[in-house]
């Protein structure tokens, strides 16, 4: 898949109620490096994300690791950007690279001894409670049907494909919404 393309991230806040989007050139081997090249374009601060997908009797499993190296509080002292030295980076990179894709993609493997096994030999590591993942997307047929209705009649004539129906596909989910022309007005 890779080639000539680009990497388009997107970050969905909930809290924030923001959405934005970064895009970059697709570089590096894989996904994980083009994702770390991101960071490092755009934020700036040192970052290592490892990615690995891998099929387990018949399902596939997909596992990520961020690591990222986050200010210690940055009033009175440097922006964490635009220091070129991150004195404890380097280590702390190598313990998280050295992570295993079948210790991403493992299922029986709890995130906390995970952590323990990359950072047992640290001072001091601190987790905090993990939050649940599920799958999910908040395009809304609702929504996208009210967006169709606003576009002048000749504009959504042109809309309409070979099978009579105006089709709009969600860019992150990939759902597909079928409209019939006729129930917009
Ligand atoms: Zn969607």
């Known amino acids: 898949m890779f080639g000539k393309g680009y990497l388009?991230?997107?970050f969905d806040q909930p809290v924030a109620?923001?959405?934005y989007q970064g895009i970059v050139p697709l570089e590096g081997r894989n996904l994980g490096e083009?994702?770390?090249?991101y960071f490092a374009?755009?934020?700036?601060?040192?970052?290592?994300?490892?990615?690995?997908?891998?099929?387990?009797?018949?399902?596939?499993?997909a596992g990520g690791l961020l690591l990222q190296h986050l200010p210690e509080g940055e009033e009175g002292?440097?922006?964490l950007h635009t220091r070129l030295d991150h004195p404890d980076w380097p280590h702390v990179a190598i313990l998280g690279g050295s992570v295993k894709a079948e210790e991403l993609t493992d299922p029986e493997l709890p995130l906390d001894d995970l952590i323990w096994r990359l950072f047992?030999?640290?001072?001091e590591v601190r987790t905090l409670p993990a939050t649940a993942l599920t799958r999910g997307c908040r395009c809304d047929p609702v929504y996208v049907r009210?967006?169709?209705?606003?576009f002048p009649e000749d504009e959504r004539a042109a809309m309409v494909g070979d099978d009579g129906?105006?089709?709009?596909?969600?860019?992150?989910?990939?759902?597909s919404f079928a409209i019939e022309p006729g129930q917009l007005a």
């Open 8 to 10: 388009a991230i997107t």
């Open 77 to 79: 002292r440097d922006r």
């Open 34 to 37: 083009a994702a770390q090249s």
């Open 120 to 123: 047992h030999d640290e001072e």
């Open 41 to 61: 374009q755009s934020e700036q601060i040192p970052s290592l994300v490892r990615l690995a997908a891998e099929k387990r009797g018949g399902y596939w499993f």
């Open 146 to 150: 009210s967006v169709i209705a606003r």
């Open 165 to 175: 129906m105006i089709r709009v596909d969600c860019a992150f989910c990939s759902s």
């Open 17 to 19: 109620k923001e959405r």
